[in-house]
């Protein structure tokens, strides 16, 4: 029924209208409630459009297929881990800290890798049939959303169009929210950093 009365192109810019429209126009306090709603729009879009969990990326599979991304990730982490060092100054990073901040960010990562992935790549996909393509839109799109933050900005325009397409190649969430978390946590002892915060919205410019 949705597949009918629904163009997938216009059904994702719709949803990502309307994200932007909360973060930044509803008030704080309400938000929860909204975005709440429109998760719920958005699983009635996977049913009226009868997505399978192997679509949606909740199959455990393809996980050698990932290990490259394994790769990149733990260069990535090096590189980000020595960058907090020197510009805090006084960063104490402990494997244990490090491995504690991981596994508590890796149900948000793996949340925003569902959104994604598993919403705007899918439709993306529908709509242009060109893994290339629905990438970069989905990507770009996912980029947007932490604007003003200009970090934050940029690094999502790069690697939210490669989880994309790493996603059409391989339909495997864990693995992605995984890397995403590495990444997250990496970036989020960065927060010491004169000038540097991890918000999105009009939330970037509170003090």
Partial sequence: MISRVFNPRFEAFSVFFLIMTVLWFVPKQYQFVCFTLLFIAIIWSF???????????FEAVNFKHTLLLFLCVAAIVCIFAVLGWYMTGSLKLTFAKFQQRTVAYYFWALFQQFILNSYFVNRFMKATHNKNAASL???????????????????TLILGPLSARLFLENRNLYILALAHAIVGTSLGFLGGAPGFNMRVGPGYFAK
């Fill in 47 to 57: 049913v009226g459009r009868k997505d399978s969990m192997r679509d949606l990326g």
């Fill in 137 to 155: 839109y989905a990507g770009i799109l996912f980029g947007i959303i932490h604007l003003p933050n200009p970090f934050l900005l940029v690094i």
